[in-house]
Structures are given as C-alpha cells and as structure tokens.
C-alpha cells in the first residue's frame, strides 16, 4: 500500500509518467419488447425481461497528473489481450516516455508471462523493459486510480441496456473523447503518513521484548 502511495507523491514527469490500469466485463443485452418512451412527467419504461448477447471486456489506463485516458472493448479478458493492450500503451500511447511508471492490480493475467506468451522473447523484454510496475495489494483495488475512472464509465455509460459489442465500442469511446476533452486531474491526497493513522489496524503491532 505505502509502495503505491509513494508513487502518487511523484511530481510530474512527462519521461516517467504514472499510469494507472484496470480492466472491467460488460454484460451485452437487448430489449424483448420495445421501451414505452417517455412522456411529460413520466420516465421511458422498459420490460425486466432481457436477451444476454455474451460479454465484452473493457480495459482502460488513465494518468491521474494529466487526465488522459484510453480505453479499449475485447472479446475476452485473455493474457494475450491484456498483452496487446499493455504494447499500445507503450508504442502508441506513451512513445517516447523513458519509462512507464504503471499502477495496476496483481490480476493473473497482469503479469510479464502475458506479453511472453503473446509476442517474441526479444519483443516481450523490450516492452518489459519500459515498464515499472507496482501492484496494489490485495483487497487494496481503492488504491488503483483507474477504478475511480471505471466508477465514472459505469454510472454514465454503462448503467444501460447495450445490445451488442460495436455499440459498447460507440459508448465507451465517446465517453473517452468527452472525459479527454475535461482533462479532468486526479487530485489523490491520501499519503503513507494518512494511512499510518487511519488504517493502523492494518499494520503489525511490535511487541516490546523488554
């Protein structure tokens, strides 16, 4: 936990940004009978009867001191998937960064094995080699500031019926371009020093031998 918070007291480095990863599923469904659409003083109804379409997976990374963020709609949530989102990040995304400062969760598939089995050894090392990883620990997701960003998608994207993946594909990057065009900063606050006080339950206690 302290290890993460240390980076968030990072000051900005455009050469060395911080970036923050997670992943989500969405749910495809569809209507079984057409809404009853909205009238004056009435909301649209829909039937609680519903058609599953499968699920679609969404991966998104943020940069809490900037406000920029990306995010990307698979089939799966497969290494291999993560592997090639992980390859955007550092050849499309962040380019010329000397290294990517990455925050994510200790998931099975967030791991360097992913990108091994993905790509060549030589390929696989090179974008290793431009990453320094820091795990939130366990039960410690609150720590990652990409799922502050997965709680906003969720209430004003995702908190609807979609029918189908190019329609998720349509919402989530439109609330990506929106939430780009805010830029809207990350303004963490909570310090190793602020968890030594609040969270003193969590750290062990020293006994005295004496």
């Known amino acids: 936990m302290e290890d993460v918070l240390d980076v968030y007291k990072r000051p900005y480095n455009p050469e060395y940004p911080v970036v923050c990863m997670d992943e989500t599923s969405k749910q495809l469904t569809d209507e079984v009978r057409a809404s009853i659409t909205a009238k004056p003083g009435k909301s649209e109804r829909q039937d609680t009867e519903y058609i599953r379409n499968g699920v679609c997976n969404i991966f998104l990374h943020c940069e809490p001191l900037t406000g920029k963020r990306h995010t ?5 949530r497969k290494k291999s998937d ?12 962040y380019p010329t960064a000397k290294k990517i400062v990455l925050v994510m969760d200790n998931l099975n598939t967030h791991n360097g094995s992913s ?13 290793l080699d431009k990453l320094e990883i820091h795990y939130t620990p366990k ?17 004003q994207c995702l908190d609807c019926r979609i029918p189908s993946q ?15 065009k805010e830029s809207i900063a990350t303004n963490w606050q909570f310090t190793a020093e602020d ?3 609040k969270l003193k339950r969590l750290y062990p206690t020293i006994k005295s031998t004496c």
């Open 195 to 197: 968890a030594r006080i």
């Open 82 to 93: 993560w592997a090639v989102f992980i390859k955007g990040l550092v050849d499309e995304q």
């Open 166 to 180: 190019a329609r998720l594909i349509k919402e989530v990057s439109a609330w990506t371009e929106r939430r780009n």
């Open 72 to 76: 990307s709609v698979t089939d799966h």
């Open 139 to 155: 039960h410690g997701s609150w720590l990652n500031v990409a799922e502050i960003e997965f709680s906003h998608l969720s209430r």
């Open 115 to 127: 990108l091994y089995e993905a790509f060549a050894p030589e390929e696989a090392k090179r974008i």
